[in-house]
């Protein structure tokens, strides 16, 4: 029998004590790395598989016009959502839910057996009403969560819609300002977190934890209510007089670029726009759609003759026999037989085809193009708005004498609306070409403190102040003695110029007796504080005149428009010119003391509405000096003298 010496046993012990040793340092620096340098990262990854987040849906940003007014805010329209695994009878529970959410059993099923953690019902369980969220309360079923939601809501109904435009089922923008600062209005998520074992049951010894979501920011627009409002009106009034194929308007601040005011038909309602032909709700036409502008272009003809020094609007004179000739076409003026002998100023006055197409030749091809080009024509405004269009020019290459004839009283050019509003918002501010903006601050939707604004951005000064106040001139006698008396508003300079532009059909000839009619006008005359475009497409039983059908409706919105900003009434400015049918409007006579006998003969133009009793007049409305049209109402409170 081998035997095994002492020092043999040592050397044995002591090489297990080592190893031993060594293992369980081995053991200790693993502890020790798991328990301090990657336990949290291991605690996490628990918490993740015991984790169920139930989401919570942050407050969509609400959109607000300049004076704070809501136009968009957000109404509470929770949903459902399924934690499968701790649904006690799902039968029972799937009946329930098919019934309160209007679905079908067999999908209510899969959902409160499907193998998730935490399942949305989608889009049954989505934006609930009142009603299913109380039926689900009172239920009280395991497994069933109702999770805070909410939808958008519109104060003013359809208003601003093509602005404003709209979001989805996951409050995410889809269209309009909604989709342009998406990001900015949606906030980030939240969630509400429970435990549960591996079998989904919740594990009563944690607690739920909740991380807020946080809301998005609350946007204030340019656009001014009152204004909108009475855009929206004229737009209504001019749908159901005229039935057009289309109509449009923009008011602009011309000093900033910001829009006071925007829409156009059809419309749609926001909230509904599922419900009508996407071309509704794709287009918003005062950026979207180009077509040939008409004579509300040879604002820009005339800027860059002006500017150019190559005319003098009251001196000077051109000879009008009712049409021109340009390499071998046939270019007419609007009025058979044309305007005869006239100054400038009344070829600007007239809209007179042959006057323009000389002004267009004075300038050139390179001269009149670079004007346009300057004006912001061709290219995009930038505006903060989906879908903008940049319009069409002729490229110079192929401009021949005929083109730049027909470009100089915009024909064969087309532009956008927004482009229109903004180039002659330079041409009468002075020269300063802005780019136009919708969105004017953002602010902190708890504090309403203002976290960013948007400035004014200066793209180009085009003319100078001089030729600025030459046209403002010559368009204020355009609404005062010429085309656009419609325009005229009794106590306010108003200046502007009308159009009456072709349609080209499917077959690339010009339409018979189908036009876009618009005006573009601004005031006070002297001191612009507000640009008005406004185009209607088609309309059907009438004359198919700017001047007819466009003129007299922004006369009502700048009327309207300018009280509404505080623009006091100035007596000085041109007289207007009336023409047959036209009446000259009446002053109101003061008639404050005079006896019943003796109005009638002060009342011959206008009728009398008494209130009192008594012999002497003792207050009227209107008050004396206020003109107002012939056949009008004065009202009058009767009593006795003092």
Request: charged share 30%; aromatic share 10%; hydrophobic share 40%.
């Given at each position: 029998m081998k035997r095994v010496s002492g020092v043999t046993v040592r050397k044995r012990l002591v090489t297990v004590f080592l190893c031993g040793l060594a293992f369980f340092l081995i053991m200790c620096i693993?502890?020790?790395?798991?328990?301090?340098?990657?336990?949290?990262?291991?605690?996490?990854?628990?918490?993740?598989?015991?984790?169920?987040?139930?989401?919570l849906e942050p407050e969509r940003g609400k959109i607000l016009d300049r004076n704070g007014e809501v136009l968009v805010k957000n109404v509470s329209a929770p949903s459902v959502m399924v934690v499968p695994r701790q649904v006690k009878n799902p039968q029972k529970t799937a009946e329930a839910l098919a019934s309160i959410l209007d679905m079908s059993y067999e999908k209510a099923y899969q959902y409160v057996t499907k193998n998730a953690a935490v399942e949305r019902i989608h889009p049954e369980g989505r934006k609930l009403?009142?009603?299913?969220?109380?039926?689900?309360?009172?239920?009280?079923?395991?497994?069933?969560?109702?999770?805070?939601?909410?939808?958008?809501?519109?104060?003013?109904?359809?208003?601003?819609s093509h602005i404003l435009g709209f979001t989805g089922i996951d409050n995410q923008g889809l269209a309009g300002i909604e989709l342009f600062y998406d990001e900015k209005l949606s906030g980030k998520r939240g969630s509400l977190s429970?435990?549960?074992?591996?079998?989904?049951?919740?594990?009563?010894?944690?607690?739920?934890?909740?991380?807020?979501?946080?809301?998005?920011?609350?946007?204030?627009?340019?656009?001014?209510?009152?204004?909108?409002?009475?855009?929206?009106?004229?737009?209504?009034?001019?749908?159901?007089?005229?039935?057009?194929?289309?109509?449009?308007?923009?008011?602009?601040?011309?000093?900033?670029?910001?829009?006071l005011a925007m829409d156009s038909r059809p419309n749609f309602h926001p909230a509904n726009y599922q419900s009508v032909d996407p071309k509704v709700y794709n287009r918003n036409l005062p950026v979207w759609s180009t077509y040939e502008p008409g004579s509300t272009f040879k604002?820009?003809?005339?800027?860059?003759?002006?500017?150019?020094?190559?005319?003098?609007?009251?001196?000077?004179?051109?000879?009008?026999?009712?049409?021109?000739?340009?390499?071998?076409a046939t270019l007419h003026c609007w009025r058979r037989g044309g305007h005869g002998s006239q100054t400038y100023l009344e070829v600007v006055q007239n809209s007179c085809n042959p006057g323009f197409v000389n002004l267009g030749q004075k300038l050139g091809k390179e001269k009149l193009f670079s004007y346009i080009k300057k004006f912001g024509f061709g290219k995009k405004t930038g505006i903060d708005l989906q879908g903008e269009g940049k319009g069409i020019l002729f490229k110079?290459?192929?401009?021949?004498?005929?083109?730049?004839?027909?470009?100089?009283?915009?024909?064969?050019?087309?532009?956008?609306?927004?482009?229109?509003?903004?180039?002659?918002?330079?041409?009468?501010?002075?020269?300063?070409?802005?780019?136009?903006?919708?969105?004017?601050?953002?602010?902190?939707?708890v504090t309403g403190e203002v976290i960013e604004s948007q400035k004014p951005v200066l793209r180009e000064r085009i003319i100078s102040r001089e030729t600025s106040e030459k046209i403002r001139k010559a368009l204020e006698s355009v609404v005062a003695k010429g085309t656009g008396r419609g325009a005229y508003v009794e106590g306010y300079r108003v200046g502007g110029k009308t159009g009456t532009a072709q349609k080209v059909g499917k077959d690339g000839k010009y339409m018979s007796n189908n036009h876009i009619v618009s005006f573009i006008g601004f005031a006070p005359a002297d001191d612009p504080e507000l640009v008005v475009y406004l185009a209607i497409d088609n309309p059907k039983n009438t004359v198919q005149f700017g001047g007819v059908v466009a003129a007299p409706i922004v006369g009502n919105i700048m009327s309207d428009s300018l009280r509404a900003l505080g623009v006091e009434e100035r007596t000085t400015g041109?007289?207007?010119?009336?023409?047959?049918?036209?009446?000259?409007?009446?002053?109101?006579?003061?008639?404050?003391?005079?006896?019943?006998?003796?109005?009638?003969?002060?009342?011959?133009?206008?009728?009398?509405?008494?209130?009192g009793e008594g012999n002497y007049v003792i207050d009227q409305t209107p008050e004396p000096g206020k003109k107002v049209e012939q056949g009008s109402t004065i009202r009058i409170l009767l009593g006795e003298k003092n």
């Open positions: 693993r502890l020790g790395y798991v328990q301090f340098v990657i336990g949290d990262e291991l605690y996490q990854r628990a918490e993740e598989l015991w984790q169920r987040d139930i989401p009403n009142e009603n299913q969220v109380f039926k689900l309360q009172e239920l009280n079923m395991p497994g069933v969560y109702i999770a805070e939601d909410s939808k958008r809501s519109y104060p003013y109904d359809d208003m601003l429970f435990f549960s074992d591996a079998k989904g049951k919740k594990l009563t010894d944690y607690a739920e934890i909740y991380n807020p979501p946080e809301d998005g920011l609350d946007l204030k627009l340019t656009i001014d209510l009152d204004i909108q409002k009475i855009i929206e009106r004229e737009l209504d009034l001019a749908e159901e007089k005229y039935n057009p194929d289309g109509a449009l308007a923009i008011a602009v601040d011309p000093d900033t670029g910001e829009v604002i820009i003809t005339l800027a860059a003759a002006l500017e150019e020094g190559l005319v003098d609007l009251e001196n000077d004179h051109f000879h009008d026999p009712g049409y021109i000739e340009v390499d071998g110079e290459e192929n401009v021949g004498p005929v083109e730049l004839a027909t470009t100089a009283f915009g024909q064969g050019v087309s532009v956008t609306p927004i482009q229109q509003v903004m180039a002659v918002a330079a041409a009468v501010n002075g020269g300063y070409l802005y780019q136009p903006y919708v969105a004017k601050e953002w602010l902190d939707p041109l007289a207007k010119k009336y023409q047959w049918p036209d009446q000259p409007m009446v002053e109101v006579p003061d008639l404050i003391g005079l006896s019943k006998d003796e109005l009638s003969r002060y009342l011959l133009n206008l009728s009398i509405d008494e209130d």
